[in-house]
T-cell receptor, first 112, second 114 residues
Framework: GQQLNQSPQSMFIQEGEDVSMNCTSS?????WLWYKQDPGEGPVLLIA?????ELTSNGRLTAQFGITRKDSFLNISASIPSDVGIYFC????????????FGAGTTVTVRA | EAGVAQSPRYKIIEKRQSVAFWCNPI?????LYWYQQILGQGPKLLIQ????????DSQLPKDRFSAERLKGVDSTLKIQPAKLEDSAVYLC????????????FGEGSRLTVL
C-alpha cells in the first residue's frame, strides 16, 4: 500500500483545548478518511473527504482535504475526556482496486 | 442495521498451531477486507474480496495465511502454522460498493501466539 506519514505520534492535551493532527503522502489520493479507534474496538469512521480543498465538520471535528491531494488535517475543538483514543488517517488513491492505506495513528490522551 | 460481526474476540494459541477467524459483513456489502493490526500500528491490508472473488491478496503471506468467501457473504481467515509475529488484531471490514472509501469495521479478533 501507499506510505502515509501521520503526526504527531501521540499527544497529551488539556481538557477544553483544541488539537490538530495531520497526514501526508508521497502519492496523490482521491479520498481521505479519518477514523477513531477506542481500546478493544475496531476503527469507527469520523469524516470522509472526497474533493481537494474540501473542509468538512462533524460536531467538534473538522477535517480538510489538502489542495495538493497529498495531505489532510483533522482538528478537534474543545477537547473532552471521551476524545481519548487513537486517530487514524486513511487514503485511497486513483486506482482500479480502490485500495485504502492507513497511517500509523495519533494517540490522544486528555488530562482532565 | 447490524454491523460487521467477527468471532472469536480473543484467541490464544501456541506457535505452529492453527487458528481461524470468521467475519459476517454488513448485509448487502459486496466488498470485504481483512486487515492485520499489530500493536502501535495502523491496519495493514491482507486481502480484499469483491463478492466471492479475490481483488487483492498481494500482502497476504500465502505460505501460512488463507482466506475464503465462498458464497460472497461471510468470510474465514485461517493461519496455519502460526508464528509469534502473527500476534495482532485481525480486523474485518466491509463497504457497500467498490468505489466508495467508507469502510465499516468489526470489533476485531485479538490473536496472541505464545
Amino acid at each position: 500500500g501507499q506510505q502515509l506519514n501521520q503526526s504527531p505520534q501521540s499527544m497529551f492535551i488539556q481538557e477544553g483545548e483544541d488539537v490538530s493532527m495531520n497526514c501526508t503522502s508521497s502519492s496523490i489520493f482521491n479520498t481521505w478518511l479519518w477514523y477513531k479507534q477506542d481500546p478493544g474496538e475496531g476503527p469507527v469512521l469520523l469524516i470522509a473527504l472526497y474533493k481537494a480543498g474540501e473542509l468538512t465538520s462533524n460536531g467538534r471535528l473538522t477535517a480538510q482535504f489538502g489542495i495538493t491531494r497529498k495531505d489532510s488535517f483533522l482538528n478537534i475543538s474543545a477537547s473532552i475526556p471521551s476524545d481519548v483514543g487513537i486517530y487514524f488517517c486513511a487514503g485511497q488513491p486513483f486506482s482500479r482496486d480502490y485500495k485504502l492505506s492507513f497511517g500509523a495513528g495519533t494517540t490522544v490522551t486528555v488530562r482532565a | 442495521e447490524a454491523g460487521v460481526a467477527q468471532s472469536p474476540r480473543y484467541k490464544i494459541i501456541e506457535k505452529r498451531q492453527s487458528v481461524a477467524f470468521w467475519c459476517n459483513p454488513i448485509s448487502g456489502h459486496a466488498t470485504l477486507y481483512w486487515y492485520q493490526q499489530i500493536l502501535g500500528q495502523g491496519p495493514k491490508l491482507l486481502i480484499q474480496f469483491q463478492n466471492n472473488g479475490v481483488v487483492d491478496d498481494s500482502q497476504l503471506p500465502k505460505d501460512r495465511f488463507s482466506a475464503e468467501r465462498l458464497k460472497g457473504v461471510d468470510s474465514t481467515l485461517k493461519i496455519q502454522p502460526a508464528k509469534l509475529e502473527d500476534s495482532a488484531v485481525y480486523l474485518c471490514a466491509s463497504k457497500g460498493s467498490l468505489n466508495t472509501g467508507e469502510l465499516f469495521f468489526g470489533e476485531g479478533s485479538r490473536l496472541t501466539v505464545l
